[in-house]
């Protein structure tokens, strides 16, 4: 006789739940796939429309009792062939267990049942009956998987012999032949998903006989998931050296990305921007000027408004409201997380990233929330060794690990100043030519402080996204781990990984605010000869310097006063900003305040106009033409901005010193760090010859030579010396101490601030990203007014000759700072007369001998006009008016001295400053006078006048 009825599998028994489960291997028993049957009589008929009364359960307890018989019948039958299917080992088909067995057990289970059903018609009472079936399973399996990311699925089929049914029913109705059905994951709420997962991972522990895992994870509706789409569905993921997905990180840099600024510098231009009528927000447009204007603080503001405006309460508002309003404002923000994005550009031009990922990361961050993304110190690239063993589809993109990125003592995380967002992992096989990168933003709260973070960072992966799926929003749609690997030993920590932080804001120019030239005390204020020593100060306004700072100091000396100033470093040539854009972010920043209590009224006027607020539609409108305008201008490729390169060096004028003070280590560790640059003496570089300066007061500690990769340019040979350093409020001094007036007559400096150029020693900062200030300098120099000490001179041979050493200091001084220099010379002659008294001290009498002034002092060694003296030939025309005033006047010689007070003053074109003056210099009187030859009456100096 042929069979015509369909076969019945556990899963279309009626009031019996059928699942499966994994159960670890203990002392007595393998790991095995646990098959669980519960009939419960109060599921028998669960769910039709009859009324659960008496009569009506004893006839779904009838109909019950016919399918048991059923399928009892069937499974008791030694021609239906039972076979249970797994979707994790692949061997044999993923087909596991003795199916004759189980099929026995579910005859005898199935026999229970219909006992159960026959006391529920007799009397009214039945009990549960169970069956729980282990499958024994063998770990080592998995290790032959082709994929490393797989659905964890369980099926039951019961078949029978196609020839023992009847053909034109085996025909129409395929299930006499076979019937397969899935068996259910026992996921019974989180508590029961969490137990399973556990079950599952450790069943499969150690598959690769050295220390793999099979991790758990679920999805909705992922692709390829066995469930249907929005139910839960369990996945497995291989993790292991050899078999499965591996992760491991090999230190090195880590390349960041970070957003371009949407200017290189301030910006100036005019716009026409709206003004607003309160009541219908009707825009009237003029044209303004601007000056000034930081674009991407602007942008700032943009950004968060857009958030803003699509805020979860306001954004659903809209899409009631006005559902193309909506849809323009989210494609709105999709335009703008894309520009964003598209931003991005390497810090470091020469450490190789993944442009790519890191771009879509800081999308996939703006298209939740704009202004953070915005606000994104850097995206960063810890360089990851991925070995993967399953063999993906040809053509097909990887799958990427995404979990939190947090550091171990996370608990002081508000202390640190930095935040990390989630991380991305691509899951495919690196080369030492395509490295794998673990991306993730850092985002620095005080970005100025430190001009990078040092990090240790640790990668907790969560989800698994697959290819093909689109993602939106984080975190991610995709496949989910169910259990935090213990101790996170799934990916080890990268170790300590360093982050350079450009800072965006554009720095303020240094502000000048004096300059001084003072005397300093002399080594031996006694001595003939020895140095006059100056000090030269600058003070400037504390700016705000930030760590990623240098300032860059030029300082020239012995620069004429009315001459040109110091010669600074060039700036670098800035591009202006993209005029669309500027215009449509001015007339959004105009337009904004006055629209932005109408839009948060949105949600409490659903229908209409509320609060006074125009009606929404009009709202909309206005916001709109304000919002979207940017967006398109945002969204235009503007191609790679430059943002200048270093300047070309230039030789220091002459007598002139660069220096560069970098922030660096200012606001951390309080260590100010100066380089200079040297010159050369014998062929050699001289840091001898380096002035360096004070620092608020503040002398420097050991100078050492600035190795290449940490020297500001590779123009000259650097060293560099390390201050202690505590900010003052409102100001920055350097002090140049005890300059040789000789050496150092004048003194101007030019000072400009570079941002971002040295983030990282020896590494090239990307263009993009640095600023520089224009340079500023005083308008001219300062020359120092010098008074020497009081000095004597001995007699010496000849007047003439002693009065040109006690001249000496007034030879080259002045020769730097003015076209013209000017002597004045008033002397006196002093002298002992006899006391009034014979045991009395002789008092001392002073009388004038002559008085020249403006008298023109030629240099040293340089062309002279006709006018002009050099100083031998004043000594020798002063000698002679002395002798002759002294034939005239007779004075006592034997305890006598002659007094110089000397003037000495640098005349430009407009004006004329003192330069040196010694009011006393003294010179002995040999007894008897000096010999006649020392000088002539006729040799007189021009406006002189003797005395006596």
């Keep these: 006789m042929l069979l015509i009825d369909p076969l019945l599998p556990p899963a279309e028994w009626p009031g019996v739940r059928a699942a499966y489960r994994f159960a670890p291997p203990s002392t007595d028993a393998p790991a095995s796939l646990v098959l669980s049957f519960l009939f419960d009589p109060g599921w028998v008929g669960g769910g039709g429309a009859e009324p659960a009364d008496g009569d009506g359960a004893k006839r779904r307890a009838r109909e019950a009792l016919l399918r048991y018989a059923a399928a009892a019948a069937q499974l008791a039958d030694p021609d239906t062939a039972l076979v249970v299917t797994q ?99 026992d996921l019974d709420g989180e508590a029961g998903l969490a137990r399973f997962a556990a079950g599952f991972e450790a069943a499969f522990a150690g598959f690769d006989a050295a220390g793999g895992t099979a991790r758990l994870a679920v999805g909705h509706g992922a692709p390829g998931a066995p469930e249907p789409a929005g139910s839960a569905s369990p996945w497995g993921v291989r993790w292991s050296a050899g078999h499965g997905i591996h992760v491991a990180f090999p230190g090195g840099d880590a ?64 899409a009631v409201l006005n559902g193309a309003a909506y849809r323009a404002l989210t494609d709105v923000r999709r335009r ?59 053509g097909s993109a990887a799958p990427r690990l995404c979990g939190g990125v947090g550091e171990p003592d996370a608990d002081g995380a508000e202390e640190r100043g930095h935040a990390l967002g989630d991380g991305t992992l691509a899951v495919r096989t690196t080369t030492a030519a395509s490295p794998g990168f673990l991306t993730f933003p850092a985002t620095a709260e005080r970005p100025g402080r430190a001009a990078g973070l040092e990090l240790a960072p640790r990668f907790r992966p969560r989800f698994v996204e697959l290819p093909g ?26 170790g300590t990984v360093g982050v350079a932080v450009p800072f965006r804001a554009r720095p303020p120019a240094p502000v000048l605010q004096e300059q001084r030239a003072e005397q300093a005390p002399a080594d031996d ?17 504390h700016a705000g310097e930030a760590a990623q700072d240098d300032l860059w100091v030029s300082v020239a000396w012995n620069l004429p006063l009315d001459g040109p100033g110091p010669r600074a470093l060039r700036a670098a040539a800035e591009p202006g900003p993209a005029p669309a854009l500027f215009e449509a972010l001015a007339s959004f920043v105009a337009a904004w305040p006055a629209l932005r209590p109408h839009v948060a009224a949105l949600p409490r006027a659903p229908a209409g106009g509320g609060d006074g607020s125009p009606a929404p539609a009009r709202v909309l409108a206005a916001l709109l033409e304000q919002v979207q305008p940017v967006a398109w201008a945002w969204s235009v490729p503007r191609g790679t901005a430059d943002g200048g390169t270093d300047p070309p060096a230039e030789a220091p004028p002459l007598a002139g010193d660069t220096y560069v003070v970098s922030f660096a280590d200012a606001f951390t560790t309080g260590v100010l760090r100066v380089f200079a640059r040297a010159g050369e003496k014998d062929g050699h570089p001289d840091p001898a010859g380096i002035a360096w300066p004070l620092v608020d ?51 101007s400096s030019s000072f400009r601030t ?29 020359v120092p ?48 007369v006899p006391a009034p008294e014979a045991d009395g001290e002789a008092p001392w009498s002073e009388v004038p001998v002559l008085l020249v002034r403006d008298v023109l002092l030629a240099p040293a060694s340089a062309a002279r006009s006709d006018a002009a003296l050099t100083l031998r030939e004043l000594a020798g025309r002063l000698a002679g008016d002395v002798d002759a005033w002294h034939a005239a006047a007779a004075p006592p010689t034997a305890a006598a001295r002659l007094v110089l007070d000397v003037a000495l003053r640098a005349s430009g074109e407009e004006a004329q400053v003192p330069v040196l003056r010694a009011p006393e210099l003294e010179i002995e009187v040999p007894a008897g006078w000096w010999p006649r030859g020392s000088g002539t009456a006729a040799e007189r100096v021009d406006g002189s006048s003797g005395g006596g």
Aim: aromatic letters at 6%.
């Design 255 to 318: 390349p960041c990305f970070a957003p371009a600024p949407l200017a290189a510098g301030l910006v100036d231009g005019t716009a026409r921007v709206p003004t607003l009528d309160p009541a219908t927000l009707e825009a009237e447009y003029a044209e303004h000027a601007f000056s000034g204007i930081d674009l991407d603080d602007w942008a700032g503001t943009y950004l968060a408004a857009v958030d803003e405006v699509l805020s979860p309460a306001v954004a659903a508002a809209v």
């Design 469 to 494: 799926k689109a993602y939106v929003h984080a975190p991610p749609e995709g496949l989910r781990f169910v259990l935090d690997a213990p101790g996170d030993t799934l990916v080890p920590p990268p």
């Design 785 to 832: 007014a010098i008074v020497v000490p009081r000095r004597t001179f001995a007699a010496g041979a000849a007047l003439a000759a002693t009065l040109e050493e006690a001249l000496r200091p007034f030879d080259a001084a002045g020769s730097a700072a003015g076209r013209d220099r000017l002597l004045d010379v008033a002397l006196t002659c002093r002298f002992q």
């Design 336 to 394: 703008l997380a894309t520009a964003l994005a598209g931003s991005l550009v390497p810090v470091f031009p020469t450490l190789p990233g993944d442009a790519a990922a890191a771009r879509e990361r800081l999308e996939r961050g703006a298209l939740a929330a704009l202004a953070p993304a915005h606000a994104v110190s850097a995206v960063v690239q810890v360089p990851a060794e991925v070995a993967v063993a399953g063999a993906a589809a040809p």
């Design 525 to 541: 204020s006694g001595a003939a000869g020895a140095p006059l020593l100056w000090d030269y100060a600058v003070t400037l306004a």
């Design 697 to 747: 007061g503040r002398a420097s500690g050991a100078v050492a030579r600035a190795a290449d990769a940490a020297a500001p340019d590779d123009a000259g040979c650097w060293f560099s010396a390390d201050y202690p350093y505590a900010p003052r409020a409102g100001t920055l001094e350097l002090t140049w101490p005890r300059l040789d007036a000789a050496a150092r007559q004048t003194a």
């Design 87 to 185: 979707s994790v080992l692949p061997d044999d088909g993923g087909a596991v267990g003795d199916g004759a067995a189980i099929r026995g057990e579910l005859a005898e289970f199935a026999g229970r049942v219909v006992a159960q059903l026959q006391a529920l018609l007799a009397d009214g009472a039945a009990v549960p009956v169970s069956l729980e079936v282990p499958v024994r399973l063998d770990p080592t399996g998995l290790a032959r998987r082709t994929d490393d990311v797989f659905p964890v699925a369980v099926s039951l089929a019961l078949s029978r012999s196609p020839e023992r049914v009847d053909p034109e029913v085996r025909t129409r109705a395929p299930r006499t032949v076979s019937a397969v059905t899935p068996v259910a994951p």
């Design 754 to 782: 570079v941002r971002n150029a040295r983030l990282r020693g020896g590494t090239q900062t990307s263009p993009e990203l640095v600023f520089r200030t224009a340079p500023v300098s005083f308008a001219a120099p300062v």
